[in-house]
């Protein structure tokens, strides 16, 4: 290509739009369904992986590089060394140790609560402006953890929470419908996994209720099947770890939706770990992170919904922030 004048490879500075940098933390299946999504929507214009495993870690980076000629243009950097984050926009936490079988989540919680004293120090230093998105299992406490550890306004910090256990409980209502994932509203909130709270009322399709929808629609549907639906958000997580050893695409894609949201400053409302202190009784010195509806954008979380809930459901999430807030007191931050 022959330049047609001499200015031609400097691009003006007023022409340079501010550059979005994003950092995934942790280059495992998760880690890198992120990246690779991410890459694919274009979210970002440099990506930054960082793991302890040099090796595991190049590699994972040129195999994407080698990706180019089909993927909008990115630069994608990497190092085991944090300081590659420098100037992030967004970074997101996946790094975790490896759950032993049989080991306990207190002492999973403790050996990933070692791994972040070393991790968001140094992200919060590189990147004071950054937006922290915590995926790391337990991902309610280490959210938490990451707040303290950050010094980051609790606006800035958010986890990935429920937002995954929501779309396979949209994606399990939508088949049992037979209408697209994203025709189905369904939030589920608090802590997340095993014990996240369904909110029917906030199940919806054409803008109805559900339990109404669903005794419309000529498949007979009564609160057995949809409790059973609701059960079957947990059990299809285990399902997946007794299959494939572990979970990947969905986590991926749901972490890029959120992604999306904050760098695109869509003003979405997603399910997230979020500061739940004062909301739906739990006490305001409660410094809790628990997964409630989130309009999220460039400055991370916009507001959180009051929900209506249910005695029931709200006593839920009252035993939940209780039983996390006792957690997150004993790791003395
Ligand atoms: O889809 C998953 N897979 C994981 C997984 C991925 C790799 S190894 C295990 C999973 C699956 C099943 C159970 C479980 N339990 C767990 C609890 C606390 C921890 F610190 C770590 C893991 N975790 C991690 C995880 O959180 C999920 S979502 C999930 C889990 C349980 C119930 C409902 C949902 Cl929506």
Same mark, same amino acid.
């Given at each position: 290509?022959?330049?047609?004048?001499?200015?031609?490879?400097?691009?003006? /500075?007023?022409?340079?739009?501010?550059?979005?940098?994003?950092?995934?933390?942790?280059? $495992?299946?998760?880690?890198?369904?992120?990246?690779?999504?991410?890459? /694919?929507?274009?979210?970002?214009?440099?990506?930054?992986?960082?793991?302890?495993?040099?090796?595991?870690?190049?590699?994972?980076?040129?195999?994407?590089?080698?990706?180019?000629?089909?993927?909008?243009?990115?630069?994608?950097?990497?190092? #085991?060394?944090?300081?590659?984050?420098?100037?992030?926009?967004?970074?997101? *936490?996946?790094?975790? !140790?490896?759950?032993?079988? =049989?080991? #306990?989540?207190?002492?999973?919680?403790?050996?990933?609560?070692?791994? +972040?004293?070393?991790?968001?120090?140094?992200?919060?230093?590189?990147?004071?402006?950054?937006?922290?998105?915590?995926?790391?299992?337990?991902?309610?406490?280490? #959210?938490?953890?990451?707040?303290?550890?950050? $010094?980051?306004?609790?606006?800035?910090?958010?986890?990935?929470?429920?937002?995954?256990?929501?779309?396979?409980?949209?994606?399990?209502?939508?088949?049992?419908?037979? %209408?697209?994932?994203?025709?189905?509203?369904?939030?589920?909130? $608090?802590?997340?996994?095993?014990?996240?709270?369904?909110?029917?009322?906030?199940?919806?399709?054409?803008?109805?209720?559900?339990?109404?929808?669903?005794?419309?629609?000529?498949?007979?549907?009564?609160? @057995?099947?949809?409790?059973?639906?609701?059960?079957? *958000?947990?059990?299809?997580?285990?399902?997946?770890?007794?299959?494939? =050893?572990?979970?990947?695409?969905?986590? =991926?894609?749901?972490?890029?939706?959120?992604?999306?949201?904050?760098?695109?400053?869509?003003?979405?409302?997603?399910? %997230?770990?979020?500061?739940?202190?004062?909301?739906?009784?739990? !006490?305001?010195?409660?410094?809790? +992170?628990?997964?409630?509806?989130?309009?999220?954008?460039?400055?991370? *979380?916009?507001?959180?919904? @009051?929900?209506?809930?249910?005695?029931? @459901?709200?006593?839920?999430?009252?035993?939940? !922030?209780?039983?996390?807030?006792?957690?997150?007191?004993?790791?003395?931050?």
């Amino acid at each position: 290509f022959r330049p047609v004048s001499d200015d031609a490879t400097a691009t003006p /500075t007023s022409h340079r739009r501010r550059l979005t940098k994003v950092s995934v933390i942790g280059a $495992g299946n998760v880690g890198m369904a992120i990246a690779q999504t991410i890459l /694919t929507r274009d979210l970002a214009d440099e990506i930054a992986l960082v793991d302890a495993v040099p090796d595991k870690l190049r590699g994972e980076m040129l195999d994407l590089q080698h990706a180019a000629a089909f993927l909008p243009r990115t630069r994608l950097v990497s190092d #085991t060394d944090l300081a590659v984050t420098r100037g992030s926009d967004l970074a997101i *936490v996946t790094a975790g !140790a490896r759950q032993i079988p =049989g080991e #306990t989540r207190l002492n999973l919680l403790q050996r990933n609560v070692a791994l +972040f004293r070393k991790i968001v120090p140094a992200l919060a230093e590189h990147s004071p402006e950054a937006l922290l998105l915590v995926v790391s299992n337990p991902v309610d406490v280490l #959210t938490y953890v990451a707040w303290k550890l950050s $010094g980051f306004p609790a606006s800035r910090v958010i986890g990935s929470g429920t937002n995954l256990d929501s779309s396979r409980f949209r994606f399990l209502l939508a088949e049992h419908l037979d %209408v697209n994932a994203q025709d189905v509203q369904a939030y589920m909130v $608090g802590e997340h996994g095993d014990s996240s709270v369904a909110v029917w009322s906030s199940v919806s399709v054409a803008g109805m209720p559900v339990l109404k929808s669903l005794q419309a629609s000529h498949r007979c549907f009564d609160e @057995e099947a949809l409790e059973g639906i609701r059960r079957s *958000v947990v059990d299809s997580a285990y399902e997946v770890i007794s299959l494939k =050893g572990y979970t990947s695409w969905a986590i =991926g894609y749901s972490v890029a939706s959120l992604a999306a949201s904050l760098l695109r400053d869509q003003r979405r409302i997603h399910p %997230v770990s979020v500061l739940a202190r004062g909301f739906h009784g739990i !006490a305001p010195e409660n410094d809790v +992170f628990l997964s409630l509806p989130a309009r999220l954008g460039r400055g991370g *979380v916009l507001g959180v919904a @009051e929900m209506e809930l249910t005695e029931e @459901e709200a006593k839920k999430l009252r035993r939940s !922030a209780k039983t996390l807030w006792e957690n997150c007191q004993q790791l003395g931050l």
